[in-house]
């Protein structure tokens, strides 16, 4: 095998630990660590068919980013932060140079790279981002309102949007919103959600975890007549995290066009709990069709145990089975799988004003 078939299997390695609950940050470091020392060998060589394994300043790097064609845009942002790490490390000017120029960017399908390359960027630990409105299409303003509200940062309602000077559409208004920091009339919010089929988005995420379990609830409540948001009702309950939804997804997971979204959901907000009332062992049963099985058997048993320990502990938020605020979430952070991870961050963004200060950067695995 030679290195670039070395450094693609690693990548395809990759894609199956981000979205794996068995999948540990130790995994994720050693795949990084693995790629990086292929990635030296691959520009030790100086392989002109591969220009963006081989870029090295930040103009090959943008250029080549730019033009690739061969990797998708998940693989690609791992590449791109492997090329950061590798020449400018300890450079954040030179690093918000090229993140900068890659928002201005006037790559095809930008939006295929919305939300990854908002994620990628507010992880690196960047002073400040210059952007200009003018002359950006809708697309490119709304990644980067996506990125400001990943890096935390919040307008109030006084502060002057208009002088973003944006031709606005319906959706980068509906970003704009969201980076508000007070959403207004949530229900409403929702509706526009509806209205522009935006659902299943990166900021519909963000929106969710933002609410409080009344309002969340009826938002629920809304989706559920929709039979085509039914899945998306039980993925985004769990990442909700609100212990409450238990006994719903229990009895969900009994349904079998429902049990693996369900069991998705549960083993977000339970981690290692679930494995009280479901054996490890058949949660990650490689048959799928006896995976499912299993999982609709014991649902009844965790259903059961649940209720009785409902009585016992208090209605709280949870994530991989911690309860979520200010002091835990870093540590959530740190020691979950990337599924978690993932969930977790979004809900560090809601705890912005209350999370306290972490003497370690902690990262979202990418």
Same mark, same amino acid.
């Given at each position: =095998?030679?290195?670039?078939?070395?450094?693609?299997?690693?990548?395809?390695?990759?894609?199956?630990?981000?979205?794996?609950?068995? /999948?540990?940050?130790?995994?994720?470091?050693?795949?990084?660590?693995?790629?990086?020392?292929?990635?030296?060998?691959?520009?030790?060589?100086?392989?002109?068919?591969?220009?963006?394994?081989?870029?090295?300043?930040?103009?090959?790097?943008?250029?080549? #980013?730019?033009?690739?064609?061969?990797? /998708?845009?998940?693989?690609?942002?791992?590449?791109?932060?492997?090329?950061?790490?590798? &020449?400018?490390?300890?450079?954040?000017?030179?690093?918000?140079?090229?993140?900068?120029?890659?928002?201005?960017?006037?790559?095809?399908?930008?939006? &295929? +790279?919305?939300?990854?390359?908002?994620?990628?960027?507010?992880?690196?630990?960047?002073?400040?981002?210059?952007?200009?409105?003018?002359?950006?299409?809708?697309?490119? %303003?709304?990644? +980067? %309102?996506?990125? /400001?509200?990943?890096?935390?940062?919040?307008?109030?309602?006084?502060?002057?949007?208009?002088?973003?000077?944006?031709?606005?559409?319906?959706?980068?208004?509906?970003?704009?919103?969201?980076?508000?920091?007070?959403?207004?009339?949530?229900?409403?919010?929702?509706?526009? #959600?509806?209205?522009?089929?935006?659902? &299943?988005?990166?900021?519909?995420?963000?929106?969710?975890?933002?609410?409080?379990?009344?309002?969340?609830?009826?938002?629920?409540?809304? =989706?559920?007549?929709?039979?085509?948001?039914?899945?998306?009702?039980?993925?985004?309950?769990?990442?909700?995290? #609100?212990?409450?939804?238990?006994?719903?997804?229990?009895?969900?997971?009994?349904?079998?066009?429902?049990?693996?979204?369900?069991?998705?959901?549960?083993?977000?907000?339970?981690?290692?709990?679930?494995?009280?009332?479901?054996? +490890?062992?058949?949660?990650?049963?490689?048959?799928?069709?006896?995976?499912?099985? +299993?999982?609709? #058997?014991?649902?009844?048993?965790?259903?059961?145990?649940?209720?009785?320990?409902?009585?016992?502990?208090?209605?709280?938020?949870?994530?991989?089975?911690?309860?979520?605020?200010?002091?835990?979430?870093?540590?959530?952070?740190? &020691?979950?799988?990337?599924?978690?991870?993932?969930?977790?961050?979004?809900?560090?963004?809601?705890?912005?004003?209350?999370?306290?200060?972490?003497?370690?950067?902690?990262?979202?695995?990418?």
């Amino acid at each position: =095998m030679n290195l670039i078939d070395s450094f693609n299997l690693l990548l395809a390695q990759r894609h199956v630990m981000l979205s794996s609950f068995q /999948c540990m940050p130790k995994n994720i470091e050693d795949n990084t660590q693995s790629l990086m020392v292929i990635l030296k060998m691959i520009q030790q060589r100086k392989d002109a068919e591969w220009p963006l394994l081989n870029a090295n300043t930040c103009d090959e790097i943008v250029d080549a #980013f730019e033009t690739d064609v061969f990797y /998708c845009p998940t693989d690609k942002m791992v590449i791109l932060s492997l090329l950061l790490q590798l &020449h400018y490390k300890a450079q954040p000017v030179k690093q918000s140079g090229i993140v900068q120029a890659l928002f201005a960017s006037t790559i095809k399908d930008v939006g &295929h +790279y919305n939300p990854a390359f908002a994620l990628m960027a507010s992880q690196l630990n960047l002073d400040k981002v210059n952007f200009t409105a003018s002359n950006k299409t809708p697309e490119q %303003i709304q990644q +980067y %309102i996506l990125f /400001c509200i990943y890096r935390g940062k919040r307008l109030k309602r006084a502060d002057g949007i208009d002088s973003l000077n944006i031709s606005r559409s319906s959706l980068t208004s509906l970003y704009i919103e969201m980076l508000m920091v007070n959403i207004n009339e949530p229900l409403k919010l929702y509706g526009v #959600f509806c209205q522009l089929d935006y659902c &299943h988005s990166a900021l519909f995420e963000v929106f969710i975890t933002s609410l409080d379990e009344a309002i969340l609830s009826q938002i629920f409540n809304l =989706m559920s007549e929709n039979a085509d948001l039914t899945l998306r009702v039980i993925e985004l309950m769990g990442y909700s995290g #609100f212990s409450k939804f238990v006994p719903f997804l229990a009895r969900a997971m009994q349904q079998p066009s429902q049990t693996l979204m369900a069991f998705r959901a549960l083993r977000t907000i339970l981690g290692p709990e679930l494995d009280q009332a479901v054996p +490890y062992q058949w949660q990650f049963e490689e048959d799928e069709v006896e995976r499912c099985e +299993y999982l609709q #058997f014991y649902s009844a048993k965790l259903l059961h145990r649940w209720m009785l320990l409902a009585l016992k502990m208090p209605d709280v938020r949870l994530i991989d089975g911690v309860e979520v605020n200010g002091t835990s979430i870093d540590k959530i952070i740190s &020691h979950s799988s990337p599924v978690h991870q993932r969930i977790a961050f979004l809900h560090k963004l809601r705890l912005n004003n209350v999370v306290s200060c972490s003497p370690q950067r902690v990262k979202v695995a990418l």
